[in-house]
């Protein structure tokens, strides 16, 4: 089965950086296009970034560019997201999802398999 874990969420100051984990099983990262996707308070979900298995090509959204990093360690077979100069508009729960295709398209392609969310609380 296709499981994914995420974890490293917490609060923070504005300004500040948080690393997300999301923990893949039941797949090779190689084969999948993985990615993050949050949702604010009282806001639909939102594609953050997406990382292409078969190449390693990486898209983001806008608001993402420039601070978030989406990286891989296939050995562990987990993904992460590095979060730096973090706003309190990056308030939201944050989730890890995975595409049964290894390119992702775009920062947020269609996700087959989706994780837990893990709550991530940047203040003012």
């Known amino acids: 089965d296709v499981q994914l874990q995420a974890s490293g969420g917490g609060l923070v100051q504005a300004g500040g950086s948080l690393r997300l984990s999301c923990a893949a099983s039941g797949f090779t990262l190689d084969d999948y296009a993985i990615g993050w996707i949050r949702r604010a308070p009282g806001k639909g979900r939102e594609g953050v970034s997406c990382l292409s298995g078969s190449d390693g090509l990486t898209y983001y959204a806008d608001p993402a560019k420039g601070r978030f990093t989406i990286s891989t360690d296939n050995a562990k077979n987990t993904v992460y997201l590095q979060m730096n100069s973090l706003k309190p508009g990056d308030t939201a729960v944050y989730y890890c999802?995975?595409?049964?295709?290894?390119?992702?398209?775009?920062?947020?392609?269609?996700?087959?398999?989706w994780g837990q969310g893990t709550l991530v609380t940047v203040s003012s």
């Open positions: 999802a995975a595409a049964s295709r290894s390119e992702c398209g775009g920062s947020y392609p269609f996700y087959d398999y």
